[in-house]
T-cell receptor, first 115, second 113 residues
């Protein structure tokens, strides 16, 4: 299963773009990259996911490098309410032994949005 | 639009007591999951279910049992609570095993004294 590496913490000024990197150098061809966040011990909140093309939704943009070994989550105009732990997850290939083990949450990146 | 609802939100137990955590989803999802999260750590999968009447073990299943008698409900049981089971428990669900994301509840905070 592909593993991810994220910086433990980052700061961002309110109103600026927050760029959160993730390394997943062992990702396989059909594995998706997912981003979740967790705000102050609430349940993880789904943000976005993608395979190889860049994706954008109302919350964020996901930029995946051409070789798929890394990605960046972009919050275009960070607010104080975006302060949270952000998780980058590579979803392993589903099969008879791991249907349930789809999402492995590591320690993530603690993003602090500063006023 | 409730999504995934967990009850109770908080509970304090004594060592050796038993209890059941309830997870309910209204999205007609096939797959449901129970995770635990300990301070400063990511989520770890306890048990999961791929459909009504089916359950399977995750990464840390010992000391827990689960049941999925109805598609919309997934129950997590602690038969004899231990202090090591003090944690925040999250339930999640998703439609299938393709690329669909999991949707999480807001958690149950459980303390075992």
């Amino acid at each position: 299963d592909a593993k991810t590496t994220q910086p433990p913490s980052m700061d961002c000024a309110e109103g600026r773009a927050a760029n959160l990197p993730c390394n997943h150098s062992t990702i396989s061809g059909n594995e998706y990259v997912y981003w979740y966040r967790q705000i102050h011990s609430q349940g993880p909140q789904y943000i976005i996911h993608g395979l190889k093309n860049n994706e954008t939704n109302e919350m964020a943009s996901l930029i995946i490098t051409e070789d798929r070994k890394s990605s960046t989550l972009i919050l275009p105009h960070a607010t104080l309410r975006d302060t949270a732990v952000y998780y980058c997850i590579v979803r392993p290939r589903p099969g008879p032994r791991n249907y349930g083990q789809n999402f492995v949450f590591g320690p993530g990146t603690r993003l602090s949005v500063l006023p | 639009n409730a999504g995934v609802t967990q009850t109770p939100k908080f509970r304090v137990l004594k060592t050796g007591q038993s209890m059941t955590l309830l997870c309910a989803q209204d999205m007609n999802h096939e797959y449901m999951y129970w995770y635990r999260q300990d301070p400063g750590m990511g989520l770890r999968l306890i048990h999961y279910s791929v459909g009504e009447g089916t359950t399977a073990k995750g990464e840390v299943p010992d000391g827990y049992n689960v049941s999925r008698l109805k598609k919309q409900n997934f129950l997590l049981g602690l038969e004899s609570a231990a202090p090591s089971q003090t944690s925040v428990y999250f339930c999640a669900s998703n439609r299938d095993v393709s690329n669909q994301p999991q949707h999480f509840g807001d958690g149950t905070r459980l303390s075992i004294l």
